[in-house]
């Protein structure tokens, strides 16, 4: 699967979120054509789980283009409009992992508290292979809920003018200046954070 591997290589390793955005992804393009070299197709996603890098890669949608929109919702959830048409469709993950043995259960948890044993390694590799098996073989139906939907069309990405901040002299883009004492300063000095305290990505199970 030539597409997976491109996929792959930009995320750097496969997992079952991964591929549950590479199979969301084909399934948007079947439904409204090829991947965007431009903005023609808007991909919103409401996570920033591994599968949004499969987004990106397949479809063409990336937040530098400005055709990827994130919304911090915490839903496997992916809604793809097609310019200038407005055809758009929503896809929720629905599916069933595999069944698991209480044991890999039980190795599942001891990853997730900070083991990284051989045993338990070894445990956790074969059930992602498992899940992976499984979304790559299983029907569209079995994966995902898909809405044919009606929405109004994002305007297309714009582009603004740097200032530089008044407190840090760092080039800022205009509309998000703030004025505090009287200066016109950056989101970062507005709020007294120089630092980098956003909060991390998030992974589904």
Not at 59 to 77: A, E, M, P, R, S
Not at 83 to 95: F, M, T
Request: with cysteine; hydrophobic share 35%; net charge positive.
């Amino acid at each position: 699967m030539k597409k997976l591997d491109e996929v792959v290589r930009f995320h750097g390793h496969v997992c079952p979120g991964l591929v549950l955005g590479y199979r969301v992804s084909l399934f948007a393009l079947k439904e409204l054509g090829r991947k965007a070299r431009d903005e023609e197709i808007i991909a919103v996603v409401e996570n920033n789980s591994c599968a949004v890098d499969a987004v990106q890669v397949m479809t063409g949608c990336t937040f530098g283009k400005g055709n990827l929109i994130f919304k911090d919702y915490g839903k496997q959830v992916y809604t793809f409009i097609r310019r200038p048409s407005g055809k758009a469709i929503r896809i929720s993950i629905d599916w069933t992992p595999p069944p698991e043995t209480e044991k890999g259960k039980e190795m599942w948890q001891r990853y997730v508290k900070g083991d990284r044993g051989g045993v338990v390694l070894r445990a956790v590799h074969r059930r992602k292979s498992k899940k992976i098996d499984f979304i790559l073989k299983a029907k569209d139906k079995n994966l995902f809920k898909v809405k044919h939907i009606k929405v109004s069309l994002p305007e297309e990405a714009k582009i603004y003018s740097s200032i530089r901040c008044e407190t840090c002299k760092e080039k800022t883009m205009e509309p998000r200046l703030r004025v505090k004492g009287g200066k016109v300063v950056c989101i970062s000095c507005f709020e007294g954070n120089r630092g980098v305290n956003g909060k991390g990505s998030t992974k589904s199970d």
